[in-house]
T-cell receptor, first 115, second 113 residues
Framework: EAQVTQNPRYLITVTGKKLTVTCSQN?????MSWYRQDPGLGLRQIYY???????DKGDVPEGYKVSRKEKRNFPLILESPSPNQTSLYFC??????????????FGPGTRLTVT | KQEVTQIPAALSVPEGENLVLNCSFT??????LQWFRQDPGKGLTSLLL?????REQTSGRLNASLDKSSGRSTLYIAASQPGDSATYLC????????????FGPGTSLSVIP
């Protein structure tokens, strides 16, 4: 089954404790992206990647890091989480090849609480 | 900077009505526009994607149109059903397939039986 998976689905942590949220897709997609969703602010793109070792900042990259060492994986790293990073996080992927629809497919989300 | 808005913010209709959701964007230089639905506490489900060269796309009771020059897209839902109740989001991708994606704030739809 074609899917985007994220782990963990729920995470409660404390300020300053480094964490990683994993994202993996099995569709051989080139484009992968991280978003956060907050009440009243909607979905905002954090980082995106066009292919292995190629990443770029979205609209809210501060406080986050990403890496793309393999095509299928795109982890989101919070090196020193703060309470304002409490949010619902989504990973998404889409193909960039010719003759494709470029639809984004979303993971189920990770609810992060930083105390 | 691209900005995406959606009107109305919320909509409540009786079952069976046809309805239109609106999405507007400030920069007409987009690569594509995608409509999603999101159920409470859930992820996003793709509904329709329109490439910048297309004018509309249809899937079942859904029809999405795109007028790039005026910076507008509409999602038409025919014969609405209670199961259509959800938040509907539009998202635009920038000038190329490699570009940023900007989401609108969404329209919360409630279809009353």
């Amino acid at each position: 089954e074609a899917q985007v998976t994220q782990n963990p689905r729920y995470l409660i942590t404390v300020t300053g404790k480094k964490l990683t949220v994993t994202c993996s897709q099995n569709m051989n997609h080139e484009y992968m992206s991280w978003y956060r969703q907050d009440p009243g602010l909607g979905l905002r793109q954090i980082y995106y990647s066009m292919n292995v070792e190629v990443t770029d900042k979205g609209d809210v990259p501060e406080g986050y890091k990403v890496s793309r060492k393999e095509k299928r994986n795109f982890p989101l790293i919070l090196e020193s989480p703060s309470p304002n990073q409490t949010s619902l996080y989504f990973c998404a992927s889409s193909s960039l090849g010719t003759g494709v629809t470029y639809e984004q497919y979303f993971g189920p989300g990770t609810r992060l609480t930083v105390t | 900077k691209q900005e995406v808005t959606q009107i109305p913010a919320a909509l409540s209709v009786p079952e069976g009505e046809n309805l239109v959701l609106n999405c507007s964007f400030t920069d007409s230089a987009i690569y594509n526009l995608q409509w999603f639905r999101q159920d409470p506490g859930k992820g996003l489900t793709s509904l329709l994607l329109i490439q910048s060269s297309q004018r509309e796309q249809t899937s079942g009771r859904l029809n999405a149109s795109l007028d790039k020059s005026s910076g507008r897209s509409t999602l038409y839902i025919a014969a609405s059903q209670p199961g259509d109740s959800a938040t509907y989001l539009c998202a635009v991708r920038g000038k190329t397939s490699y570009d940023k994606v900007i989401f609108g704030p969404g329209t919360s739809l409630s279809v009353i039986p």
